[in-house]
């Protein structure tokens, strides 16, 4: 069975400074990757996603992550922190073998920018 | 853009009555999903839906049904609302493709009393 774990369930930081948002991944196949953000009283916006080539890949609104395949892992990464990126950041997998196409979703993890 | 809409933001339902939540689509996506979304729990998927009439169980389908008459529509039914199914409720859209990303809409928070 595919996981995901998002290990903090908060992360404060100050504006301006780098940020990181954590995520860690369990598939049996190839692992397909995204993230995804939530503000408030609306729905899940797309970040950026991981399927093959450059382990480090650019999103939406400055945001980057990288794969590492030996930790399992995904972070998400922001050189200078903005308040505007406040929000819920969900980290998901799904696993690339042919027939399955569920996609899996870490409990998230809320971001607070602090002025 | 894609657009996802749900037809209520907010719903207020008495235990036993049996709800309806609709998701329209307007990019023409083979597959539709349904989450619920709870804190500390994050998204669960309910029921997901390949094409039309044809739909799948989730993580926790248990109480709940769907249906998929159209592609570009999908319902989630509560056949009989408890107050355990109080929730935001999620749906999502996206194209038969492994890489493609799903687009949401903005949710219904229903709270069964």
């Known amino acids: 069975a595919q996981s995901v774990a998002q290990p903090e369930d908060q992360v404060n930081v100050a504006e301006g400074n780098p940020l990181t948002v954590k995520c860690t991944y369990s598939?049996?196949?190839?692992?397909?990757l995204f993230w995804y953000v939530q503000y408030p009283n609306r729905g899940l916006q797309f970040l950026l996603k991981?399927?093959?080539?450059?382990?480090l890949v650019k999103g939406s609104y400055g945001f980057e992550a990288e794969f590492n395949k030996s930790q399992t892992s995904f972070h998400l990464k922001k050189p200078s922190a903005l308040v505007s990126d406040s929000a819920l950041y969900f980290c998901?997998?799904?696993?690339?073998?042919?027939?399955?196409?569920?996609?899996?979703f870490g409990t998230g993890t809320r971001l607070t920018i602090i002025p | 853009d894609v657009k996802v809409t749900q037809s209520s933001r907010y719903l207020v339902k008495r235990t036993g009555e049996k709800v309806f939540l609709e998701c329209v689509q307007d990019?023409?996506?083979?597959?539709m999903f349904w989450y619920r979304q709870d804190p500390g729990l994050g998204l669960r998927l309910i029921y997901f839906?390949?094409?039309?009439?044809?739909?799948e169980k989730g993580d926790i389908p248990e109480g709940y049904s769907v249906s998929r008459e159209k592609k570009e529509r999908f319902s989630l039914i509560l056949e009989s609302a408890s107050t355990n199914q109080t929730s935001m409720y999620l749906c999502?859209?996206?194209?038969?493709?492994?890489?493609?990303?799903?687009?949401f809409g903005n949710g219904t928070r229903l709270t069964v009393t």
């Open positions: 999502a859209s996206g194209r038969n493709s492994y890489n493609s990303p799903l687009h």
């Open positions: 598939v049996s196949g190839n692992p397909y």
């Open positions: 991981y399927i093959t080539g450059d382990n």
């Open positions: 998901a997998v799904r696993d690339g073998t042919k027939g399955n196409e569920k996609l899996t």
């Open positions: 990019m023409d996506h083979e597959n």
């Open positions: 839906s390949y094409d039309v009439k044809m739909k």
